[in-house]
């Protein structure tokens, strides 16, 4: 069996950067697909895929998604994502460095399933990410997407 895909929307390289290192650090093996910033994260699951080598037709087991991105905002692309017939049960996970309790709630009201803020020691990241993989990857039962 395949492993399931993360979508990680994220605009800061350090960032992405950690989020791979704490995947690996965690032995969670899913492949991590990037998205530099909101209009590619709606690209790769909409169509107009500018992300190389991926299937369009093979969504995210989980996406991870940052709130301050340019071109599209993270809260532009959670509503698009709920949206969507195809993708509204998909497991949307806030992460980001925001403690605004607007975008705690706008998040919730629009439909994420948690909301995650980036801790800054790199062992509470891992930590945090490894609670993530273990609950959305292997524990959580999703709904099977619908087909076009």
């Given at each position: 069996m395949k492993p399931k895909i993360i979508l990680l929307v994220e605009d800061n390289p350090s960032d992405v950067e950690l989020t791979r290192r704490a995947?690996?650090?965690?032995?969670?093996?899913?492949?991590?697909?990037?998205?530099?910033?909101?209009?590619e994260a709606l690209d790769y699951l909409f169509g107009g895929d500018p992300l190389a080598n991926t299937n369009r037709n093979e969504l995210p087991a989980l996406i991870l998604l940052d709130l301050k991105l340019p071109k599209v905002d993270g809260l532009h692309v959670l509503r698009q994502i709920r949206a969507n017939e195809r993708t509204s049960h998909l497991p949307v996970v806030i992460l980001t460095t925001s403690n605004e309790e607007q975008d705690i709630t706008q998040s919730y009201d629009l439909g994420a399933n948690s909301?995650?803020?980036?801790?800054?020691?790199?062992?509470?990241?891992v930590d945090a990410i490894q609670y993530l993989g273990l609950y959305w990857l292997v524990m959580n039962e999703t709904a099977a997407p619908k087909r076009r």
């Open positions: 995947l690996h650090n965690s032995h969670i093996a899913n492949q991590l697909i990037v998205a530099e910033d909101g209009q909301y995650i803020r980036k801790p800054v020691d790199f062992k509470q990241f």
